[in-house]
């Protein structure tokens, strides 16, 4: 049973990789395009569907097995509140080393999340769309990397599992400049999960990275 869902959650990944890249290289080639789509309620309608059927698939993966998913209490708090904050201060850090390499568009750009102004007239919308980035997202998509992916890869050792749990994570994104931040992002927040036996730690360290970004391309 285990390999059955390891397959199906493979082929999940697998899926979201190809369908996102297939859009990465298809899509328009103007550098603002789709970054103004957080004050769209049809973007965050089309959100809300598609991380609904992620989730359906990542429940009816780990079916009658939800110690799959790391819904559970950290083994320690203040061990998790001292090692959420290392990881979010490590991904800053890392973002600055990235900032510095000659890449051909910086990874926020090419992930096209964070909108090139602010918008008042649609600040409903947008309101609508940092919900989405910031709760569902990280919820989601803390339950299909984190907990159920990590779980069904810890036969492999806790070290090839982070490691291939962070790699998973980047690839879905479907990107190429932002994978030398999403990998580091994705190993940073399973080795929180496998330290605390917790997703929530990741999800909370995940919401705050999404937010602060929407806040920063917001305000700055």
């Known amino acids: 049973m285990r390999r059955t869902r390891l397959a199906c959650w493979t082929a999940l990944v697998a899926s979201i990789a190809a369908l996102n890249y297939y859009a990465r290289f298809t899509s328009s080639p103007s550098p603002n395009a789709g970054r103004d789509d957080v004050y769209s309620w049809s973007a965050f309608a089309g959100g809300l569907v598609v991380y609904g059927l992620w989730l359906g698939l990542v429940l009816a993966i780990a079916i009658d097995r939800t110690d799959l998913l790391a819904l559970r209490r950290p083994r320690s708090l203040s061990r998790a509140l001292r090692l959420g ?41 947008f309101a609508a769309n940092v919900a989405l980035f910031t709760v569902v997202a990280p919820i989601v998509e803390e339950l299909m990397f984190r907990g159920l992916g990590q779980s069904l890869l810890r036969y492999l050792g806790r070290v090839p599992a982070i490691l291939l749990v962070g790699t998973a994570f980047g690839v879905t994104h479907g990107l190429l400049e932002a994978l030398v931040v999403l990998i580091p992002f994705g190993v940073a927040l399973a080795y929180l999960r496998d330290r605390t036996d ?16 929407l806040a920063y391309a917001v305000l700055s």
Do not use: C, D, R
């Open 85 to 125: 904050i290392a990881a979010i201060v490590f991904v800053y850090v890392f973002e600055i080393f990235v900032s510095v390499l000659p890449l051909p568009q910086s990874p926020s750009k090419e992930q096209g999340l964070t909108p090139t102004h602010w918008e008042p007239a649609h600040a409903a919308a």
């Open 198 to 213: 917790s997703v929530y730690p990741g999800m909370l360290v995940h919401a705050s990275f999404n937010g602060v970004a």
